[in-house]
């Protein structure tokens, strides 16, 4: 790996990070209330991540350069040319890139089984009954299997980013701080202000709950009850 000798360059906005971490922070507890048979709380989790996530997808098409799908998901040849010279790169590098896709596609897709799943005692996903029986049968089994699958894709990229960060491309101070040393002549990417990000997160929530505020609300206060009891 290249060494490098220059000022940090800020390569990635606040909505790229907050989404990251409020992401993690939100899978443990999607987890967690799983786990308690907390389901309204399980809901309104899941609802806000949908939320970041709906709104990350946009701005990957319209937010900061970093940012965009278009800068960081890679052709078949920047791949081949950055698994030949592996220098750090001002954004995701193109191997993450890929795992990052993977990342987001099952995040999507545990959110949209959880639509068409039951626990079969009192909460059902909104498009359960809407759905033939095979098919929200199969979304029941891929609730819980893409979620393991899920676990074990993060459980790489984790070590990846450590890998990464222990050889000099500190990729996790990137992701908090949003700084990276690079090399000299590196260009800074263009980034945008994220206020309208979270813009898209609140108004993403609001509709999410206009439509199933009214059969989550309940749900959660009980919840909360039980979790005062403890
Ligand atoms: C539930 C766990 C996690 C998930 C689902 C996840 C998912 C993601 C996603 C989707 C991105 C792209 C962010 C964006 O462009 O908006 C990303 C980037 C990144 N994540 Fe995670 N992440 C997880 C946990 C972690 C943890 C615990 C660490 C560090 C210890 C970490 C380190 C990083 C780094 C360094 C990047 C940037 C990679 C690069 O620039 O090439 N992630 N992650
Ligand atoms: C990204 C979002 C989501 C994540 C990460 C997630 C994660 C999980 C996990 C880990 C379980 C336990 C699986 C098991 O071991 O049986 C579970 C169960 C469950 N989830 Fe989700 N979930 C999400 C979204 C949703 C949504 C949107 C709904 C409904 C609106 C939902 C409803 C349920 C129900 C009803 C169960 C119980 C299933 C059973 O008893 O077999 N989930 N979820």
């Known amino acids: ?81 950055y698994l030949a010279n592996k220098t750090p790169v001002a954004g995701h590098n193109p191997l993450s890139a890929l795992m990052i896709v993977a990342l987001m596609l099952l995040v999507a897709l545990q959110f949209t089984s959880g639509l068409m799943t039951t626990d079969e005692v009192m909460t059902e996903g909104p498009l359960y009954s809407l759905v033939p029986d095979w098919l929200s049968g199969l979304a029941g089994s891929w609730h819980e299997l893409g979620f393991n699958l899920l676990l074990g894709l993060v459980a790489i990229h984790v070590l990846a980013a450590l890998w990464h960060q222990l050889r000099g491309d500190k990729v996790i101070g990137a992701m908090w701080h949003g700084r990276k040393a690079l090399p000299e002549q590196t260009v800074a990417p263009r980034l945008l202000g994220s206020l309208k990000y979270l813009l898209l997160v609140l ?26 009891a403890l």
Do not use: K
């Open 203 to 228: 108004i993403l929530f609001c509709g999410l709950m206009g439509w199933q505020g009214s059969a989550v609300w309940p749900q959660f206060l009980a919840d909360l009850q039980s979790i005062q």
């Open 1 to 81: 790996m290249q060494q490098i000798q220059s000022t940090p360059v800020q390569i990635f906005d606040l909505a790229v990070r907050l989404f990251h971490w409020f992401q993690v922070v939100l899978l443990a507890g999607l987890w967690y209330s799983a786990e308690q048979e907390w389901y309204g709380l399980h809901q309104l989790l899941a609802y806000t991540l949908a939320s970041l996530l709906g709104a990350r997808l946009i701005w990957g098409l319209v937010g900061s350069e970093t940012a965009r799908f278009r800068h960081f998901v890679p052709s078949l040849n920047q791949l081949r040319h």
